[in-house]
Nanobody, 118 residues
Framework: QVQLVESGGGLVQAGGSLRLSCAAS???????????MGWFRQAPGKQRELVAR???????NYADSVKGRFTISRDSAKNTVYLQMNSLKPEDTAVYSC?????????WGQGSQVTVSS
């Protein structure tokens, strides 16, 4: 079992920055044992989409819409994954959810609202 707790969402003006955190706990021991962790987002009326993903080996991939603006990283000592979001745009407004792929199962955080005003 994996529990994911997110923090760091909020309201920011266009061009601003936010950092989301996702703390993992449970029977994992360390996030290094998790195959991959990622951030997804869902805007009203739209499908959920992958924003960024990081594997246990440290490989990362990003949605084209956020490349060069968002950075996913992890701190194994804190069992936490981060999403640094810079140069935010109104179209980044969505509920952002943390995801973990562990032992052929997917786990989700509670979701954090990110609102970018123009």
């Amino acid at each position: 079992q994996v529990q994911l707790v997110e923090s760091g969402g909020g309201l920011v003006q266009a061009g601003g920055s936010l950092r989301l955190s996702c703390a993992a706990s449970g029977s994992i021991g360390s996030i290094n044992s998790i195959n991959a962790m990622g951030w997804f987002r869902q805007a009203p009326g739209k499908q959920r989409e992958l924003v960024a993903r990081i594997t246990s080996g440290g490989s990362t991939n990003y949605a084209d819409s956020v490349k060069g603006r968002f950075t996913i990283s992890r701190d194994s000592a804190k069992n936490t994954v981060y999403l640094q979001m810079n140069s935010l745009k109104p179209e980044d407004t969505a509920v952002y959810s943390c995801n973990a792929e562990y032992r052929f199962k997917y786990y989700w955080g509670q979701g954090s609202q990110v609102t970018v005003s123009s």
